[in-house]
């Protein structure tokens, strides 16, 4: 398979090709998203909600987003990944942001990272892309601010809303972004952004009109009990890994388990 390259993306956008995007956490789905075709891949910090148990992603850490990039390029070593910046690891200087966002490349195999934040990020996001790190912006609802938003709320409604909106994707892009996350925009608005930029919109909840789209892995397969508004379900795998369990409980439980074929003699 032929290595996808940040340039690719800007092509796929000027021809009109969806771009398909989705989360991973370990090896094992990395491995099948990969074999699915998907065109690129985030170890989202998301993976403190889906993976870790915690109620929000501010709890994640640069030690934990090392180590799940790792096990994703351990099960996809020829897909495109980008890797979350957590909270806290780029908010409080230009050389932290810088140094840990090169942790990610160099320790953990990324290709790019992510970075929530419009504007006032510009400014760390050139430097970066000038230290050869690739960046993936991401504006509307960020999960990181939502105790300043005061929760998970569409952002972007509103003349004043939209206009912020395609204020900070410029800047994003004339920073040297390589693609926008939209995420929780209305339709309309997320339009709008992604007209007004050359670089690819990721849409997340943020309609049809967006360069593509990504969705958390859990939500799709439905491995949570939580269904967002704006995740497609595409399986019932949570369902059918309680099933399997509990079958195996009740064979371990009536005796029927192990079973002849499963037992060494000699």
Do not use: W
Request: proline fraction near 4%; include cysteine.
């Amino acid at each position: 398979m032929k290595k996808v390259t940040v340039s690719s993306f800007a092509r796929r956008k000027a021809a009109g090709e969806n771009i398909v995007m989705c989360t991973a956490y370990d090896a094992p789905f990395a491995k099948f998203a990969l074999a699915a075709g998907i065109d690129m891949m985030l170890v989202g910090d998301s993976v403190g909600t889906t993976v870790l148990g915690f109620d929000s992603t501010l709890p994640v850490t640069m030690e934990d987003m090392i180590r799940h990039t790792q096990a994703v390029r351990r099960g996809a070593p020829e897909a495109f990944l980008v890797a979350d910046m957590p909270f806290m690891s780029y908010q409080s200087s230009l050389e932290e942001g810088i140094r840990n966002a090169g942790r990610l490349l160099k320790e953990a195999g990324a290709d790019s990272v992510k970075l929530e934040g419009g504007a006032e990020y510009a400014e760390l996001v050139s430097k970066m892309v000038l230290s050869g790190i690739p960046v993936m912006g991401h504006i509307g609802l960020m999960p990181q601010s939502v105790q300043v938003l005061g929760g998970y709320k569409v952002q972007g409604r509103g003349d004043a809303a939209v206009a912020k909106l395609i204020a900070d994707a410029k800047a994003l892009e004339a920073a040297g972004v390589f693609a926008i996350v939209l995420e929780c925009v209305p339709e309309a608005a997320a339009a709008e952004v992604t007209q007004e930029v050359s670089v690819p919109t990721i849409g997340i909840g943020s309609g049809r009109h967006c360069s593509g789209q990504i969705q958390v892995l859990h939500d799709l397969l439905g491995l949570l009990d939580f269904k967002p508004k704006h995740a497609g379900r595409y399986a019932e795998i949570g369902e059918l890994v309680q099933q399997a369990l509990k079958n195996y409980c009740d064979d371990v439980k009536n005796g029927v388990f192990p079973a002849d074929e499963n037992i060494f003699t000699k």
